[in-house]
């Protein structure tokens, strides 16, 4: 069959050309929402009488032939017809004949494309926040399990300060929080309409895009033809917000990396989420984790890919703009599989409360505990600081830690320090005492999962 758009060409097609220029092999993850556009456009051109009824219900009864066999897999696509709108035009004329070929008015692929892509990635990121609500449950759940779960908190890879687990999980819970709140601010943007923009200029045909938008579920049409057929922003936003989940996760499998390590032995993941080694036998490996924080790179690379492909495009559409498609159905699965996987790994894991206590407890990380106790006896905070710093250079040469120093040399460093230092020096007891808002304490830790049970 010769090509749909073939009139003022004589020359013949070339094969690999055909294959270079086409874009089905991907392009057909658009099916149903190509047909959903058709759908609505042949709708508008018969409400505003732009085709005769009888004409209108042909082709629309043939498109919902169509619906039937790409939900039961029954199409067969073709390279020669390029993408999925000519493959299914041309579907569409086996069906019907002639009629089939009054679908195109007052329509062009450019804002049929983009009707598309607005249609899809609604529908998608509608799944991916439910997804995020999913995960911040997880976290939720677990958070509540481990309040007095205590570990330490580090700065640069450091023992920093007692921790409460809780409070590390409910850190995670609060930046998917906002990753939701970003993918669903984006769908305002998202949920816009641009059919009716024609080519590029609109169309001389008395066409109702307000009615097309509606019929399409829609909360509106782009304001300007060019601006609707040319820019490809609400794809990159969504690449980007793609990207800062994939960032979250890739932080937080790092940790669970380190932490099933033998060094740190925090936390073991369950078989379903680890792999053995082909060599050694002992080996349980996080091959998920690991999966998950390379797999942020393609989702970057994906996002810098568009923004380089955006960045010279003249108005209105190029051809350029087929490269679209690729990286955002790649982002799409990358971040549904990683969410998926990501949330059964933290439900699942063993969390090793004894470890992560000791690992409080053969440290330093109450240094800070001791220099507050100083203050609060007067002693100006950075004197305090000096005192407590000298202190933890002796307790190194002599193999003890702070919890271990007798009271008489403390009564030597300042006459008012009292037995209750030992209290304070206490790992559990220095997570319970920070109380201020936000803090690791256990009330503040209860506080944030409360509100996070209100938002719910
Ligand atoms: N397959 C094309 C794309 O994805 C559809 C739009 C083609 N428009 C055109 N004028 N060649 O961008």
Not at 61 to 66: C, M, N, S, V
Not at 403 to 425: H, M, N, R, W
Request: one cysteine or more; a negative charge; hydrophobic letters at 40%.
């Amino acid at each position: 069959m010769s090509k749909l758009w073939g009139g003022r060409f004589d020359g013949k097609n070339e094969a690999w050309i055909d294959a270079f220029g086409a874009s089905i092999s991907f392009d057909q993850q658009l099916a149903a929402y190509d047909l959903q556009g058709s759908i609505a456009h042949v709708k508008m051109l018969k409400k505003t009488a732009i085709l005769p009824a009888e004409d209108a219900d042909a082709i629309l009864a043939g498109l919902q032939t169509l619906v039937t066999k790409v939900e039961n897999n029954e199409l067969d696509y073709s390279v020669e017809n390029e993408d999925i709108h000519l493959n299914m035009e041309v579907f569409l004329h086996e069906l019907l004949g002639p009629v089939a070929g009054k679908l195109h008015t007052a329509r062009s692929r450019n804002d049929q494309v983009a009707t598309d892509m607005h249609l899809y990635l609604k529908d998608h990121v509608q799944q991916i926040v439910a997804q995020l609500k999913t995960l911040r449950q997880v976290l939720v759940t677990k958070a509540e399990q481990h309040v007095y779960t205590v570990m330490p908190g580090y700065t640069h890879l450091q023992h920093a300060q007692p921790i409460s687990f809780g409070h590390h999980l409910m850190a995670y819970y609060q930046m998917f929080t906002r990753d939701q709140e970003r993918l669903t601010e984006s769908l305002s943007r998202i949920d816009l309409s641009p059919l009716g923009a024609a080519a590029l200029a609109g169309t001389t045909f008395p066409i109702d895009r307000s009615y097309a938008a509606q019929e399409l579920g829609f909360a509106g049409v782009y304001a300007n033809s060019l601006d609707a057929v040319s820019d490809r922003d609400f794809i990159l936003e969504f690449l980007s917000n793609a990207s800062l989940i994939m960032m979250h996760l890739s932080r937080f499998c790092e940790e669970l990396i380190l932490w099933c390590s033998y060094e740190y032995q925090f936390i073991e993941l369950t078989d379903t989420f680890s792999t053995g080694s082909s060599i050694m036998p002992q080996k349980k490996n996080p091959d998920m984790a690991e999966l998950i924080r390379g797999k942020t790179g393609r989702v970057y690379g994906d996002l810098f890919g568009l923004l380089t492909i955006m960045k010279s495009l003249p108005l209105a559409y190029n051809k350029d703009l087929q490269e679209d498609k690729e990286g955002m159905f790649d982002t799409v699965s990358t971040v549904m599989h990683s969410l998926e996987i990501f949330a059964g790994m933290i439900d699942t894991m063993k969390v090793k409360e004894q470890n992560m206590l000791q690992a409080t407890q053969q440290d330093f990380s109450n240094a800070t505990e001791l220099a507050d106790y100083l203050a609060t006896k007067g002693i100006p905070f950075r004197k305090a600081h000096e005192i407590v710093g000298k202190l933890i250079l002796s307790c190194m040469e002599d193999g003890i830690y702070l919890q271990d120093v007798p009271l008489s040399q403390y009564q030597e460093i300042e006459p008012t320090i009292e037995a209750d230092i030992y209290q304070k020096l206490d790992s559990v007891q220095a997570v319970k005492n920070r109380h201020s808002l936000g803090g690791t304490g256990f009330d503040q830790v209860l506080a944030q999962i409360n509100q996070a049970h209100l938002s719910e």
